[in-house]
Nanobody, 116 residues
Framework: QLQLVESGGGLVQPGGSLRLSCAAS????????VGWFHQAPGKEREGVSY????????NYADSVKGRFTISRDNAKNTVYLQMNSLKPEDTAVYYC?????????WGKGTLVTVSS
């Protein structure tokens, strides 16, 4: 059974940086596009970034363009989200996601808090 585990969240001051990781077990990420989503308190989960399976292309939400970078290391079975110039409105639980044969797989999330 494929499982995704996010890590790297924490408390950071505005303007700071964090790198999130999404590691897979019970399967490989090689064959799948992977997305990062976030969910702020009281709000719906929304997409942040997406990378195709060969890392040939990536997409970003307008709110994070120029600040976040998604990447993947298929040898390590891990996808990363580098987050720079963090803002208080980036505070949320961040989840990674992939779809395999129509089934959505989600990790349990990692909390990012941006506050002074």
């Amino acid at each position: 059974q494929l499982q995704l585990v996010e890590s790297g969240g924490g408390l950071v001051q505005p303007g700071g940086s964090l790198r999130l990781s999404c590691a897979a077990s019970g399967g490989t990420l090689d064959d799948f596009a992977v997305g990062w989503f976030h969910q702020a308190p009281g709000k719906e989960r929304e997409g942040v970034s997406y990378i195709n399976r060969r890392a040939g292309s990536a997409n970003y939400a307008d709110s994070v363009k120029g600040r976040f970078t998604i990447s993947r290391d298929n040898a390590k079975n891990t996808v990363y989200l580098q987050m720079n110039s963090l803002k208080p409105e980036d505070t949320a639980v961040y989840y990674c996601n992939l779809v395999q044969e129509g089934v959505h797989y989600w990790g349990k999330g990692t909390l990012v808090t941006v506050s002074s």
